[in-house]
């Protein structure tokens, strides 16, 4: 895709995964300053305290980092298993462009995700994560093949965002905007639609996913990621998270903002959206990972399509 893009001279050093700091040019998108009924101001606020610090893996978002693969590989699984069937009906969808097969599987951010052959399987898929944040979603789906725009209400947020592709070549189109800017200046749909672990930040849930909805095009995919309104996960997501192993800082969640996947799918239900099954994401404390489990009670994945 060809953005509309201009070159500013400086941004501020960021620590990367690597440990190293960058102050660099890089390439961005002119955008207007985010506003909006789904904006929190306090949220965002929060959210831009920290953007220096979304790629330390032993910072803040460590717990996000150790969650992020499998997140990655269910929307990867999922991806391939929906739009398989319209490879040979639309042009364009599902070409292959492998890198060499020495390209180490570390390339997308996630070493442990199972890529096969081909790690590029989403060549001229367009899709929009809503809730951006660093980028530590974004950058894995571009890797994949997708043309990838990041939004996030925290310019902060973005900064880092921005810095970060830069450090790895990567073209992201990132905009400190919000969801219901976007679709007001008219964008296309996108085959695919992130809203992951953000609808439980933002002011109006209802109004927030139907215009993410809207964002959908006909054929494609959207994931709602967030965290059910249950004792289990008042105990697990914010007593033990927050203030016991202080995996997070403490107020980062509001159990009041908890969603329950009956919720979900009645909000969608709005929409031309379909929605499959919660699925739910557990930890393993002794392995220290997570894996996809029939257990909602805590975080939890949707689905929805748009037939």
Known sequence: MALNRQELPETEALTTS????????????????????????GEVARFSALAAKWWDVKGEFAPLHRFNPTRVRFIRDTCLMHFSHLSSARPGVGDRSPPPRSQERSELGVSDIELGDDVHPFGHMRLLDVGCGGGLLSEPMRRMGFEVTGLDASEKNIGTARAHAAQGNLDIRYLAQTVEQLAAAGEPQFDVVLCMEVIEHVADPREFLKTCASLVKPGGLMFVATLNRTTKAFALGIVAAEYVLRWVPQGTHDWNKFLKPSEIESFLSETALTTDPAVGVSYNPLLDQWALSNDTAVNYMMVARAF
């Open 18 to 41: 690597g440990g190293e700091n960058s102050a660099k040019t890089v390439s961005i998108e002119t955008n207007s300053p985010a506003s909006g009924f789904s904006i929190d101001e």
